[in-house]
Nanobody, 127 residues
Framework: QVRLVETGGGLVQPGDSLRLSCVLA???????????MGWYRQAPGKQRELVAA???????NYVESVKGRFTISRDNAKYAVYLQMSSLKPEDTAHYYC??????????????????WGQGTQVTVSS
């Protein structure tokens, strides 16, 4: 059974950095490497949104609010996708999830409500 396992969240101060990790447990090379992947987040009282996406060949895109501060990367050999977050702001506080991204949604950063989500990891930015 394939599962998404997100780790790396925590409580940090404004301006700090965090690196989130996501592993597609139970995956195979073909299963992981052929999918575009993304990091999503859901803040209290708000809808979940796609904030960073990476295609199969490594092309990336971000929502405007995190451009220049967040970097998404992937390691197909480890079935993993990462989100390096720097210059964190209180408005980055949210529960973060990883999931696949339809290639057609990368350019628009459109959100899709998948049936399955992992447990996610909480990021809290507060002084």
């Amino acid at each position: 059974q394939v599962r998404l396992v997100e780790t790396g969240g925590g409580l940090v101060q404004p301006g700090d950095s965090l690196r989130l990790s996501c592993v597609l447990a139970g995956s195979t090379d073909n299963m992981f490497s052929r999918n575009a992947m993304g990091w999503y987040r859901q803040a209290p009282g708000k809808q979940r949104e796609l904030v960073a996406a990476i295609s199969r060949n490594g092309s990336t895109n971000y929502v405007e609010s995190v451009k220049g501060r967040f970097t998404i990367s992937r390691d197909n050999a480890k079935y993993a996708v990462y989100l390096q977050m720097s210059s964190l702001k209180p408005e980055d506080t949210a529960h973060y999830y990883c999931n696949t991204v339809h290639p057609a949604n990368i350019a628009t950063m459109s959100y899709f409500e998948y049936d399955y989500w992992g447990q996610g990891t909480q990021v809290t930015v507060s002084s």
